[in-house]
T-cell receptor, first 112, second 117 residues
Framework: GDSVTQMEGPVTLSEEAFLTINCTYT??????LFWYVQYPGEGLQLLLK?????DKGSNKGFEATYRKETTSFHLEKGSVQVSDSAVYFC???????????FGQGTTLQVKP | GAVVSQHPSRVICKSGTSVKIECRSL??????MFWYRQFPKQSLMLMAT?????????EQGVEKDKFLINHASLTLSTLTVTSAHPEDSSFYIC?????????????FGEGSRLTVL
C-alpha cells in the first residue's frame, strides 16, 4: 500500500550545519509530495511542496526535489538555525481525495 | 493564510466518559475536513474524512461508533470519542483544505491532547 518512510531521528546539528532528512515513498500513480513542519506547541504547517517529477520545492532556505526514479523527496538546508528545531514530516497526497499519507516524522534539534 | 482552530487543546477525562473535540475553519468554508491521530514519536494516522452534510468516511480499522464525526456546517466538524478508555489517550489533529487550494495542501489545527484516566 501507499506509504512514506523517513529517516529516524532525532537529528542533532550545530547551528550553520548542513541538513538532510531522507524521505522515500511508495504510491500508485504520481502523487504530489510535501514537507510539513511542526514547531513545539504548534500545529503542522506546510513547508514546501512539489507536484510533479523533477519539481523542486523551496521555502525558508529548505529545498526538496521530486525524484520519480528513486521515489524520494529528501529535505535539505544549507545552514540550519536554532529556530529550525522542530519535527519534520514528509507526506504524499492521494489523488483528488485530499488525503495525505505521512511519514513518521523526524525531530531536528539545532544547538547554538 | 487559512486558519484552522481546534478546541479544547487539552482535555483530561475519566474512563467511560465521552469527549467532544471541535475543529473550525475560521476564514474559509471547508466541505471536507480530516481527522488524524498522532501517537508519541509516531506519524499522523488518518482516522476519517469528514464531509459536510453527509456521513464521514472512516479509514480501515477505525471504529465509527467509537469515534463519532459530525460535520454539520461548512466551518465546523466535531469528533466525539465515546466511552473513552486509557488507550484512546492521544493527540488528535484536524485539517481542512480551502476551496481552490491544491490537493494535499492542508491547513492543520493546533491539535487536541486527550488524556483518559
Amino acid at each position: 500500500g501507499d506509504s512514506v518512510t523517513q529517516m529516524e531521528g532525532p537529528v542533532t546539528l550545530s547551528e550553520e550545519a548542513f541538513l538532510t532528512i531522507n524521505c522515500t515513498y511508495t504510491a500508485t500513480g504520481y502523487p504530489s509530495l510535501f514537507w510539513y513542519v511542526q514547531y513545539p506547541g504548534e500545529g503542522l504547517q506546510l513547508l514546501l511542496k512539489a507536484t510533479k517529477a523533477d519539481d523542486k520545492g523551496s521555502n525558508k532556505g529548505f529545498e526538496a526535489t521530486y525524484r520519480k526514479e528513486t521515489t524520494s523527496f529528501h529535505l535539505e538546508k544549507g545552514s540550519v538555525q536554532v529556530s529550525d528545531s522542530a519535527v519534520y514530516f514528509c507526506a504524499h497526497g492521494s489523488g483528488n481525495t485530499g488525503k495525505l499519507i505521512f511519514g513518521q516524522g523526524t525531530t531536528l534539534q539545532v544547538k547554538p | 493564510g487559512a486558519v484552522v482552530s481546534q478546541h479544547p487543546s487539552r482535555v483530561i477525562c475519566k474512563s467511560g466518559t465521552s469527549v467532544k473535540i471541535e475543529c473550525r475553519s475560521l476564514d474559509f468554508q471547508a466541505t471536507t475536513m480530516f481527522w488524524y491521530r498522532q501517537f508519541p514519536k509516531q506519524s499522523l494516522m488518518l482516522m476519517a474524512t469528514s464531509n459536510e452534510g453527509s456521513k464521514a468516511t472512516y479509514e480501515q480499522g477505525v471504529e465509527k461508533d467509537k469515534f463519532l464525526i459530525n460535520h454539520a456546517s461548512l466551518t465546523l466538524s466535531t469528533l466525539t470519542v465515546t466511552s473513552a478508555h486509557p488507550e484512546d489517550s492521544s493527540f488528535y489533529i484536524c485539517s481542512a483544505r480551502p476551496p481552490g487550494v491544491h490537493t494535499g495542501e492542508l491547513f492543520f489545527g493546533e491539535g487536541s491532547r486527550l488524556t483518559v484516566l
